[in-house]
């Protein structure tokens, strides 16, 4: 062979020193070729879980009730909040979405944006105080109409889907 390299060793060194293309997990992790990318937003430490209820929502007559639960521990901001090293306040939510097929989909937007971290952030609220608030608009009434937060709202799964959509998820 003398001092020709064989084309399959030239790749293998390609690999070994690292200009190889790049490998599957990185291709997940920073979107090459636009496959997937995966958003790490501002979003504190918290949980999402949700539960059935068997009661419906103004508007959806023949349907369940997603009760969504949110919890948010106090805690200290990092650098991708207001006041880095300062502390912010917790919070316990509950939202609701009807149990029906557009439901059940916004549903696992919300969860694909709560594991991106976009879905809540630390903000400074009109006291002063930082706090953890939503970045969407949630119901967190499950009646009394959109200006209360709650259902009727025969726009706001159209709504809530554009907006996720338009962060990323």
């Given at each position: 062979?003398?001092?020709?390299?064989?084309?399959?060793?030239l790749h293998c060194n390609r690999y070994l020193n690292g200009q190889g293309p790049p490998s599957l997990i990185q291709q997940a992790n920073e979107e090459v070729n636009g496959i997937y990318s995966v958003v790490n937003g501002c979003q504190p430490e918290g949980q999402m879980t949700w539960v059935t209820l068997c009661?419906?929502?103004?508007?959806f007559?023949?349907?369940?009730?997603?009760?969504?639960?949110?919890?948010?521990?106090?805690?200290?901001?990092?650098?991708k909040h207001p006041h880095p090293g300062e502390p912010y306040s917790g919070l316990r939510l509950c939202a609701y979405l009807p149990d029906n097929r557009e439901g059940n989909r916004v549903l696992k937007l919300l969860e694909k944006a709560f594991d991106q971290k976009i879905l809540f952030t630390v903000t400074t609220n009109q006291d002063g105080s930082d706090v953890v608030t939503s970045s969407i608009p949630l119901?967190?009434?499950?009646?009394?109409?959109?200006?209360?937060?709650?259902?009727?709202d025969?726009?706001?799964l159209k709504t809530v889907r554009k907006l996720l959509k338009d962060k990323g998820t």
């Open positions: 062979m003398g001092s020709v390299q064989s084309s399959d060793k009661r419906d929502l103004p508007g007559p023949n349907d369940n009730t997603l009760q969504i639960n949110y919890i948010f521990p106090d805690g200290i901001q990092t650098v119901k967190i009434q499950p009646d009394g109409g959109s200006r209360d937060d709650g259902y009727p025969p726009d706001y």
